[in-house]
C-alpha cells in the first residue's frame, strides 16, 4: 500500500544531516527510505513547498528542489480539498486544531484508502476523530 508522506519524514530525509538527526527521527529516515525504493512513498504538492519553505541560501534550495523533483506529486481533485475542509471542521468540532496541510493529507489518505507517515502527534488525534490510518515503522 502506498503512504502519504508528511513535511515533517521529508525534512528528516533531505534537510537534516545524518549528524543532526535524532535516533528516532533516524529511524523515520530508513523507513521513508524503504518507501522510496519500493515506489510506496506520496508526495503532495503544499508538503513539497513546505519543504522548500524557509531555506535561506539559494545553493541549499536548488540542491533541495532537484533532490524533490524525483518525487512527482500525487493529483490533487477539487474532492480532495472539499474533504479536507470537511476534516477540518470534524476535528475542530472534537476540540482538534490542525493545519490546513495536515487536514489535506488526512483527506488524501482517506479518499485513497492509504495511510499516513508522520511524526507529528496531531495524526493521532486525527486518526481518532478520523478513522485516518497512521503508517508505522516496519
Known sequence: ???VVDTNIWSFAL???KGGR???EER???EWSSLVREKR???CGPVRQEVLAGIREERQFERLRTALRAFPDEVLHE???EEAAACLTRLRRAGVSVSPVDALLCSVARRRKVSVFSADPDFARCSRVLGVQLHTPR
Open 1 to 3: 500500500m502506498r503512504v
Open 15 to 17: 534537510r537534516r544531516g
Open 22 to 24: 535524532s535516533a528516532g
Open 28 to 30: 523515520a529516515v530508513e
Open 41 to 43: 512513498a506520496i508526495l
Open 79 to 81: 474532492e480532495d480539498f
